[in-house]
């Protein structure tokens, strides 16, 4: 028994290359988000997307990421808000998993892009109300975070904070800790 290669590879670098994320391969990657499950089958995901070439839509998308990640995100060759519906559409009652369910689709959407040599680093650390202004998102939907995606570039790129951070290990909670068998221990 092992655990999935995609599932123990992955990782969220800050290094990113220059080489383009085609349109095909974006949509690629948005259609494996968009097949994940939710709560009443809503799908309550929507994603807006700006690859680097189009210049002026990547500078809007870009304009919502928060300062502390701009010294490695101006390097990804795409960027991908996510948003969620709020309300259910069976019944406009809050839909109380539609971030869950977001998570879902951003899981099938990192193993995809992996699976093609694409790798993805999400923030929160972005500006939700610039974003709904910036990207025209309507009433009733709401921002929740921005990826960055792209191929592996070279980390000899990045300022030396961010060096150290790259090749700090990865930390990960034992198992013991989240995990409990029948009940809460
Ligand atoms: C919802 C979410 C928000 C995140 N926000 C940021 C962020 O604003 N800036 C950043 O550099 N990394 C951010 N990350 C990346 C996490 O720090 C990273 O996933 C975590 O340290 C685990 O590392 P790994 O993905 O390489 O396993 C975010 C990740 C998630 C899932």
Redesign the pocket.
């Known amino acids: 028994m092992e655990i999935n290669k995609l599932i123990s590879e992955?990782?969220?670098p800050?290094a990113f290359s220059d080489q383009p994320i085609t349109e095909d391969q974006i949509k690629l990657i948005l259609k494996a988000a968009s097949l994940a499950a939710s709560s009443y089958n809503e799908q309550p995901w929507r994603f807006v997307y700006a690859l680097k070439e189009n210049q002026e839509a990547f500078s809007r998308v870009f304009s919502c990421i928060?300062d502390?990640?701009h010294d490695?995100a101006k390097h990804a060759p795409a960027l991908i808000v996510c948003v969620v519906k709020d309300n259910l559409s069976l019944n406009d009652k809050p839909n109380i998993h539609a971030w869950h369910d977001m998570g879902l689709a951003v899981g099938n959407l990192s193993l995809q892009a992996l699976s093609m040599g694409i790798y993805v680093?999400?923030?929160?650390?972005f500006d939700s109300e610039i974003a709904r202004t910036q990207l025209s998102i309507p009433k009733g939907y709401t921002p929740i975070?921005v990826i960055a995606l792209g191929y592996i570039g070279d980390i000899n790129n990045l300022p030396v904070y961010l060096q150290e951070r790259e090749n700090s290990p990865?930390q990960v909670k034992p198992l013991e800790e989240v995990i409990f068998e029948g009940t809460w221990k």
């Open positions: 992955r990782y969220s800050r928060m502390f990640n490695w680093r999400q923030m929160g650390g975070s990865k």
